[in-house]
């Protein structure tokens, strides 16, 4: 599977991204499709998740704020990020999960200015 982002940039402080990604290969037996995030000299960590079903799942830092949403028909993913935060600068990176194997995005960089 091959997955590509797009949609990353500079923004101010409190503005909006879309970030989108394309996705392309075996995405019949795809499962769960997310965003993570890994700001530099930090972990990687989870943004958000969709099920083939449509349930989701963030992690706090962002509630209320992203949202994660995905068109089947296209085979894309998005993340609608608003009041976007200083903390929130990280290389965003597009994945999806089978349960048997991953794959993973480049990544697209996002920063955030105050």
């Known amino acids: 599977v091959q997955l590509v982002e797009s949609g990353g940039g500079l923004v101010q402080l409190g503005g909006s991204l879309r970030l989108s990604c394309a996705v392309s290969?075996?995405?019949?037996?795809?499962?769960?499709m997310g965003w993570y995030r890994q700001a530099p000299g930090k972990r990687r960590e989870l943004v958000a998740t969709?099920?083939?079903?449509?349930?989701?799942n963030y992690a706090d830092s962002v509630k209320g704020r992203f949202t994660i949403s995905r068109d089947n028909a296209k085979d894309m993913v998005y993340l609608q990020m608003n009041s976007l935060k200083p903390e929130d600068t990280a290389v965003y990176l597009c994945?999806?999960?089978?349960?048997?194997?991953?794959?993973w995005g480049q990544g697209i960089q996002v920063t955030v200015s105050s």
């Open positions: 969709i099920t083939s079903g449509g349930t989701t």
């Open positions: 994945a999806a999960h089978s349960g048997i194997w991953d794959g």
């Open positions: 290969g075996q995405t019949f037996s795809i499962n769960v």
